[in-house]
């Protein structure tokens, strides 16, 4: 029976083990997610300054403009037609768009100021 299949069986010593510990040592420390969120941060940022702020600001404007809606003011709605404003209520204005030819739209309708 001279030649076996199996393979030889070395027999370890600990300080061969010891000897490849240094590989483990020397791996580098996990690396902090912060550098890999930071272009999404930047995205975020620039959609808030480019979209968003503008159109709160937009929003205030509007809101402005309709508390200070008074009667005679000259206005544009929002679908193009113009008018004088004849009556202001809670949530409606009463518009008069041609001699004693009025109509009642709600505030928000109203999208400017005409001249």
Same mark, same amino acid.
């Given at each position: 029976? &001279?030649?076996?299949?199996?393979?030889? #069986?070395?027999?370890?010593?600990?300080?061969?083990?010891? =000897?490849?510990?240094?590989?483990?040592?020397?791996?580098?420390?996990? !690396?902090?997610?912060?550098? &890999?969120?930071?272009?999404?941060?930047?995205?975020? %940022?620039?959609?808030?300054?480019?979209?968003? +702020?503008?159109?709160?600001?937009?929003? =205030?404007?509007?809101?402005? #403009?309709?508390? $200070?809606?008074?009667? $005679?003011?000259?206005?544009? /709605? @929002? /679908? %193009? #037609?113009? $008018?004088?404003? @004849?009556?202001?209520? *809670? @949530?409606?204005?009463?518009? *008069?768009?041609?001699?004693?030819? +009025?109509?009642?739209?709600?505030? /928000? !309708?109203?999208? +400017?100021? &005409?001249?």
């Amino acid at each position: 029976m &001279g030649s076996s299949c199996q393979p030889e #069986l070395k027999q370890i010593n600990m300080n061969e083990i010891e =000897q490849y510990n240094w590989v483990y040592d020397a791996a580098p420390a996990a !690396a902090s997610a912060l550098p &890999g969120f930071l272009p999404i941060f930047l995205i975020v %940022g620039i959609f808030y300054f480019i979209v968003i +702020r503008p159109q709160q600001k937009e929003m =205030q404007a509007h809101q402005e #403009l309709l508390a $200070g809606l008074l009667k $005679g003011d000259k206005v544009v /709605t @929002a /679908t %193009g #037609l113009h $008018g004088k404003i @004849a009556e202001v209520r *809670e @949530a409606e204005v009463v518009l *008069e768009v041609a001699d004693k030819v +009025r109509v009642t739209f709600d505030k /928000t !309708a109203i999208k +400017r100021k &005409g001249s």
